[in-house]
């Protein structure tokens, strides 16, 4: 396929969703597509039932934080969504992403009732970066444990978190408290011979 060229898939699914297609690109052999937030549970369900894309599996689905993003100022929504869909019937594979309109209360319809495997990566995504799935039968947090404070995969999380946990022996039983942690900058030293690169050192 010479480079620019839309691939096949690339014209079937704009085909079958139309006007939903916001936008679609092709680097190194994967297609990447883009739907609005108020288009994702139908653009997902044609993406699955239509015959010609049959996109059955859902391999993953993830969250993402735009800010700051390959270290370039990001205009437009900061968080999205992004799936990878398998087609066992064409042996063809798809990502798709939307935005979330509202970068302080992020979220998108959940796609529970489009592929019943959605429902711990959307926990994941909402654990990891605070995005809501609209009708999720059980959105809670999955990797973090109920009392953690924020979302740590989110650009503006500090490293060392907001509190600690230590057993406390005269409470007998864990405890949280602030980080004790003072947030530094390691600067790696090199220390080289003075003849370093004249070719005169020594070894070998």
């Known amino acids: 396929m010479?480079?620019?060229?839309?691939?096949l898939l690339h014209a079937d699914?704009?085909?079958i969703l139309g006007d939903r297609l916001l936008s679609a690109s092709e680097r190194l052999g994967e297609l990447t597509i883009e739907v609005r937030?108020?288009?994702?549970?139908?653009?997902?369900t044609s993406l699955r039932d239509d015959p010609a894309l049959a996109f059955s599996t859902l391999i993953d689905l993830c969250g993402?934080?735009?800010?700051?993003?390959?270290?370039?100022?990001?205009?437009?929504?900061?968080?999205?969504?992004?799936?990878h869909l398998l087609s066992i019937a064409h042996n063809r594979r798809v990502r798709v992403r939307a935005f979330c309109a509202d970068d302080e209360f992020p979220g998108v319809a959940s796609l529970i009732d489009v592929?019943?495997?959605?429902?711990?990566y959307e926990r994941e995504a909402f654990d990891l970066f605070g995005i809501v799935f609209e009708g999720h039968p059980d959105l809670r947090r999955i990797l973090t444990d109920y009392g953690f404070i924020g979302h740590p995969f989110r650009k503006d999380?500090?490293?060392?978190g907001h509190v600690e946990m230590r057993y406390d022996p005269e409470q007998k039983r864990v405890i949280y408290q602030p980080v004790t942690i003072?947030?530094?900058e390691i600067v790696?030293?090199?220390?080289?011979?003075?003849?370093?690169?004249t070719g005169k050192g020594g070894g070998g």
């Open 115 to 120: 592929w019943a495997a959605a429902s711990w």
């Open 37 to 44: 937030a108020a288009d994702w549970v139908g653009a997902c």
């Open 157 to 160: 999380f500090p490293v060392s």
């Open 13 to 15: 699914i704009a085909r």
């Open 64 to 83: 993402m934080d735009y800010r700051g993003f390959a270290e370039q100022p990001h205009e437009g929504p900061r968080f999205a969504v992004v799936l």
């Open 182 to 184: 003072e947030p530094r």
């Open 188 to 197: 790696p030293r090199v220390v080289r011979e003075g003849s370093y690169g």
């Open 2 to 7: 010479p480079d620019g060229a839309p691939s």
